[in-house]
Each structure stands twice: as structure tokens, then as C-alpha cells.
């Protein structure tokens, strides 16, 4: 378990306070986030005039498709509809933004892990839909867009530690549900009892990450389809 804590101070007539969000990493299936608000009464003032979730999703959206490098201010007001005070009482700067964006894509990718997961009458049945997705997902416009994830992995992790702990959290959250679903495939019998759950989760992350890449200029969809294909084949009993 790790927690992070993203804060900054808040200055007023009212005195002088911390306004900042606190991220508990419980482990690879859960975290909770918390609002820290220690600002005197005085400053608090009037409720927000804006929908917080609403901002954070839009400007999850243009960190996606920009990259964090290339999203300037101008872009964030514009996206999230805020005024630039605004922006910065409500999330402190740029990078305090961009983390809850990506908090909300690591968030969103593993309900929809889950889904996919749970969706088929089997465990083999749900990672094929698992596969099926993330092919689907590299597809087209969206495949251009390409991963929050990976992009901010290759752009940020090696000198960002906040941005570094999310990613290795989604990775390894990522692997977890991977593992589980092997387990239970190989118990069902429709997993060779050769297959290693643990280091087949470790494969597919690889895979199924890595074609994020990939497919962001390869433009043979046939191709992808027919590795995923091989790839669960090396897998079935």
C-alpha cells in the first residue's frame, strides 16, 4: 500500500490553507481518493460553480490526445471550460490535473478490464473479449490515439514518481485480474496445465499494451487479429 498526496495553498483574506486530493494504492484491485480541505471557514466561501468530475474528464481527454508535453494552458481552459483562476483553485496546476486524469483513465481501463473479464460464459470466453477489446480499441481513430498509459509511461515515468507509481499500479492491477482469470480458466479445463497463470498474464500485458504501439501505424487489422489468434491457441488445452 502506498498513498500520494497531491496539495497546495490556498491564500485568502480569510488566512492561509492546503486544499489537495489524497490517493490510497490498497493494493492492485483498489484505491481510494480522498479530498483534504483544511482551508479556515472563512475561505471556503460558496460551493463550486462547476462540475469537478466534468473538468477532470475533459482534460483527460486532451492530455490523451496531446500527451502531457503538449497540452498547454490554453488548451485546458479551452477544454475544461474553466477560467484559469478557476483551474488553479480547484486543482493547483497543470500536473495536479493531469494526475487525476490520469487517476480517472487507470480507473475507467480496469472497470472495463472487468467487464470484459466477466462477460463470457467461461473464463477463456472472457479473455478472448478481453483480447477482442484491445483489438477493437487500436482500431481506427482510436487507434491513433493510442494509450494514456503507455504514452505517459514513456514520456514521464522515468523522472515523474507520482506519474511512475500510478503506472506501475495499472500494470500490475492489469496482471492481477490477468492471473486470476488464467487460474480459474486452467481449473475450468480449458487452460493447457502446462501454462504458467503468472508468467501468461505477464505475456499478455506485454502483448496487449505493447500492440497499443504498434497498431498506432501498422494498418493491417488482419494481422493483429491473427496474432491474438495464436496467441490464445498457445494457450488452450
Known amino acids: 500500500m502506498f498513498t500520494s498526496i497531491i496539495q497546495w495553498p490556498i491564500y485568502g483574506k480569510g488566512g ?17 481518493v480522498k479530498m483534504i480541505n483544511n482551508l479556515p471557514d472563512r475561505q471556503r466561501g460558496r460551493p463550486r460553480e462547476f462540475d469537478a468530475d466534468q473538468a477532470i474528464e475533459r482534460a483527460m481527454q486532451i492530455f490523451w490526445t496531446k500527451g502531457y508535453q503538449g497540452t498547454s494552458l490554453p488548451d485546458l481552459l479551452g477544454a475544461t471550460k ?16 493531469f494526475l487525476l486524469a490520469l487517476d480517472l483513465y487507470i480507473a475507467q481501463a480496469l472497470e472495463r478490464l472487468d467487464e470484459e473479464l466477466a462477460s463470457g460464459r467461461n473464463a477463456l470466453e472472457g479473455l478472448k ?7 477493437a480499441r487500436t482500431d481506427g481513430a482510436a487507434g491513433q490515439r493510442g494509450c494514456l498509459v503507455v504514452a505517459t509511461a514513456m514520456e514521464l515515468a522515468a523522472w515523474d514518481q507520482e506519474t511512475s507509481q500510478r ?22 479445463g480449458s487452460l493447457a496445465q502446462k501454462v504458467d497463470p503468472a508468467a501468461a498474464a505477464h505475456m ?29 491457441s498457445s494457450l488452450v488445452a
Open 129 to 135: 473479449e478481453c483480447m477482442d477489446g484491445y483489438v
Open 16 to 32: 492561509t490553507g492546503l486544499l489537495g486530493i489524497r490517493f490510497t494504492f490498497i493494493d492492485q484491485s483498489f484505491y481510494n
Open 167 to 188: 503506472i506501475a499500479f495499472f500494470f500490475a492491477a492489469m496482471e492481477a485480474r490477468l492471473i486470476k482469470a488464467l487460474v480459474r480458466a486452467q481449473e475450468e
Open 82 to 97: 474553466l477560467s484559469r483562476g478557476s483551474l488553479y483553485a480547484a486543482f493547483g496546476d497543470k500536473h495536479g490535473l
Open 204 to 232: 499478455l500485458v506485454c502483448f496487449l499494451e505493447g500492440l497499443r504501439v504498434v497498431r498506432k501505424i501498422e494498418v493491417e487489422p488482419q494481422r493483429t487479429r491473427a496474432a491474438v489468434q495464436m496467441l490464445i
